[in-house]
């Protein structure tokens, strides 16, 4: 058998958030969840929909899953709609957070998710794929933060939620690359969080452990048994586990907490 169990589907995602909270939550909230195709991004988009949220769900190359994700959140009586662009391209990205905004007037929140995992032992990695962590993981979320925060300047309110990782916060073998991308996240968050802190735009990073999702599914079951061992609840977590803590971050609730870094992981870190 193996030690992943499947993530639970997305309308059963929205089905989870509405038993957590109100419907209307979210309401009148525009909502960037860059890769939200898939994953993580798409628990947290579909969660942010069900909460009344108009959700764009950015994805890279995978168009039908990300209408799969838009069809989740219509399915819930949400608004969403599905829009590719390659957040490590600066130009690309601009462009279309642009074109977003004239139509939507601007975003209230905005998802760091899309992330890439190229890993390989430190003294064989390349240049290639050091870059590519970093262009996506790191470099991706400073171009879409870059890009949405005149717009929330000017509502005088946003909410800008990256997505780290537990291996940003402990480092991992053959993940030299990944780490660093996902510890400079938390630098960008604070250093934001600080700079924007006047302006009532709160920014925050979460840390997920490891997550049941095609990134993980990749490893194995012999590295999952063995990163189980590590994690004091004894099993992965589901995407829909972050995407709670995602909805609070993106609410009212949580107006005045910036600046944090908040692990969802099993207890695997305790920092
Ligand atoms: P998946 O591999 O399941 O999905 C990745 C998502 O990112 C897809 O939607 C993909 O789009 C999108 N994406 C990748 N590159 C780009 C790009 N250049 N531009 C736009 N979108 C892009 O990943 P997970 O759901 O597992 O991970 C999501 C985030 O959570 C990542 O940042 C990851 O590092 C982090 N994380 C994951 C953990 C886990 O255990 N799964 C643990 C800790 C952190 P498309 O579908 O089009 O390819």
Same mark, same amino acid.
């Given at each position: 058998? %193996?030690?992943? #169990?499947?993530?639970?589907? #997305? &309308? &059963?995602?929205?089905?989870?958030?509405?038993?957590?909270?109100?419907?209307?939550?979210?309401?009148?909230?525009?909502?960037?969840?860059?890769?939200? %195709?898939?994953?993580?991004?798409?628990?947290?988009?579909?969660?942010?929909?069900? @909460?009344?949220?108009?959700?764009?769900?950015?994805?890279?190359?995978?168009?039908?899953?990300?209408?799969?994700?838009?069809?989740?959140?219509?399915?819930?009586?949400?608004?969403?709609?599905?829009?590719?662009?390659?957040?490590?391209? %600066?130009?690309? $990205?601009?462009?279309?957070?642009?074109?977003?905004?004239?139509?939507?007037?601007?975003?209230?929140? /905005?998802?760091?998710?899309?992330?890439?995992?190229?890993?390989?032992?430190?003294?064989?990695?390349?240049?290639?794929?050091?870059?590519?962590?970093?262009?996506?993981?790191?470099?991706?979320?400073?171009?879409?933060?870059?890009?949405?925060?005149?717009?929330?300047?000017?509502?005088?309110?946003?909410?800008?939620?990256?997505?780290?990782?537990?291996?940003?916060?402990?480092?991992?073998?053959?993940?030299?690359?990944?780490?660093?991308?996902?510890?400079?996240?938390?630098? /960008?968050?604070? %250093?934001?969080?600080? =700079?924007?802190?006047?302006?009532?735009?709160?920014?925050?990073?979460? @840390? #997920?452990?490891?997550?049941?999702?095609?990134?993980?599914?990749?490893?194995?079951?012999? /590295?999952?048994?063995?990163?189980? *061992?590590?994690? #004091?609840? =004894? *099993?992965?977590?589901?995407?829909?586990?972050?995407?709670?803590?995602?909805?609070?971050?993106?609410?009212?609730?949580?107006?005045?907490?910036?600046?944090? $870094?908040?692990?969802?992981?099993?207890?695997?870190?305790?920092?």
């Amino acid at each position: 058998m %193996s030690t992943t #169990p499947d993530a639970i589907s #997305p &309308q &059963q995602v929205a089905e989870h958030i509405r038993k957590t909270y109100n419907p209307s939550l979210l309401a009148g909230k525009v909502a960037l969840v860059t890769g939200g %195709s898939r994953g993580i991004g798409r628990s947290i988009a579909v969660a942010l929909g069900a @909460c009344g949220a108009r959700v764009i769900v950015n994805y890279a190359g995978n168009a039908a899953a990300a209408q799969e994700t838009v069809a989740a959140i219509e399915g819930v009586g949400g608004q969403a709609r599905a829009v590719q662009f390659d957040v490590s391209n %600066s130009t690309q $990205t601009s462009d279309a957070i642009k074109t977003l905004e004239k139509e939507f007037g601007g975003f209230d929140i /905005l998802v760091n998710n899309a992330g890439v995992s190229k890993d390989n032992l430190f003294i064989k990695m390349k240049d290639e794929e050091w870059d590519a962590n970093l262009n996506t993981n790191l470099k991706g979320s400073f171009i879409c933060s870059r890009a949405v925060t005149m717009g929330m300047m000017r509502k005088r309110a946003g909410k800008i939620i990256n997505i780290s990782s537990v291996i940003g916060l402990m480092g991992n073998v053959g993940q030299a690359a990944y780490a660093a991308s996902k510890a400079g996240l938390l630098g /960008l968050t604070k %250093s934001l969080a600080r =700079e924007l802190a006047s302006r009532n735009i709160q920014v925050n990073t979460i @840390c #997920p452990g490891y997550i049941t999702t095609d990134m993980t599914s990749a490893h194995g079951d012999k /590295l999952i048994e063995n990163v189980i *061992r590590q994690i #004091p609840m =004894e *099993r992965l977590g589901d995407p829909v586990e972050i995407a709670r803590l995602a909805v609070f971050l993106a609410s009212d609730a949580s107006n005045y907490v910036t600046g944090q $870094t908040i692990a969802v992981d099993g207890g695997m870190t305790m920092m």
